[in-house]
């Protein structure tokens, strides 16, 4: 039997199976079972003859595997053709939608994170918001599959939302227009202190090749790095071998994650290979609770192995792994099979990661009242007798025509082949990226001056 990983809508983790003929029974001649394939077929066909209007039968069966498997847990479902088709299209990182990753949570639709810069980021739909309405319906009765169809659509057209948010007494309605989503999961660009920032929105087929590259890219820009801040804040996840190559970047040995099924035997355990792309930088990892799935593999093997210093909030808890198993050409099912642990043995189903250290999402702000004095504003306080040299120094740099001159002298000069940010107009006003970037400032120092 063929193994390949897939991804499909719902913050999930997924392996896909290639069809291999129908599975012998395990419970043949049970009369249980026979008994309630049974009553299946009675109201099946009493249905059929006495419904108040006609039904299709390929419909019926449709909706009652749909059913029977969104009954089981969150992230079991059924997909028709041409959801199948649209998740096979959703892996190579391009549909047409809103871009969101979504989950049914009480007969609604939850919001794992919208995906960065797309029109569900940009209109600020938040992870934890749950869709109560697509135009004006209630989605109350529709399934995941038929929520995330109505939500998708011609590029260009519009559609409204409503939100159920925590915190907020009445109803958020919001006009979005429908795009097609073409999801770079990697982006990065130097910080303060020639320390790399890396972004990781989801975990597409080229993951680990894009982290890789815009790796090398800052560090040729750099010429020395110091220290590294992988971002998985709101990663809703994706494909399982690119959780274990990603983390495989930053390991050089030891197990990464282990997947654990109904039998003792469906054990599977992925290690590391010796070297590691950042040789040994100081490394802090950003989590939130849009953290999800393979963003949650990459966190917990990187904070078990000491690897990494997990900054931010708790994760959201996806520990478990989904099997896709096409279905006689006419779709495919999406069905829980394994959970997944960390190197330590950890699940963290329903639990997440908890952050080594916890940073809340805050704002910066000076406090108000007038500024203390200091030895230098006292009327006849001595001299620095460095103050000679730095006044000259000074007034070089005044004269100085360079441009960069002018601005931050702590602040990197742009460099050709920038890699560009588009969230760094935003950055003054992140204040868990501002922790990580001190502790990593903070590292730094500490193991020059040991080396000293």
Known sequence: MMRRLSLAAGAALFVLLEPAGAAPPTQA???????ALNLFAEVFDRVRSDYVEPVKDDELVENAISGMLTSLDPHSSYMNAKAYKDMQV??????????????????????ISPIDDTPSAKAGIKAGDYIVALDGDPIV??????????????????????????????????????????????RGHLERENIAYLRISSFKEQTSTELEDTFKKLKTQAGKLTGVVLDLRNDPGGLLDQAIAVSDDFLDRGEIVSTRGRRPEDVQRYNAHPGEMTNGLPVVILINGGTASASEIVAGALQDHHRAVVLGTKSFGKGSVQTIIPVLGQGAMRLTTARYFTPSGRSIQAKGIEPDILVEPAKIEKIGGAERLHEADLKGALKNPDDASKAAATKISATSKDPAAAKDPDAAPPMPGDVVDPTASAKADDYQLSRALDLLKGVS???TRAVD
């Open 90 to 111: 959703d892996t190579h990182g391009e549909f047409g939608g809103l871009g969101l990753e979504v989950v049914q949570d009480q007969g609604l639709v939850k919001v």
């Open 141 to 186: 009765n529709l399934s995941l599959n038929e929520a995330v169809e109505k939500m998708r659509g011609a590029p260009g057209t519009t559609i409204k939302i409503t939100l159920r948010r925590e915190g907020e007494p009445k109803p958020i309605d919001l006009t979005l227009t429908r795009a097609i989503i073409k999801v770079a999961s990697v």
């Open 29 to 35: 001649g049970n009369a249980d079972t026979f008994k």
């Open 445 to 447: 120092l500490f193991n």
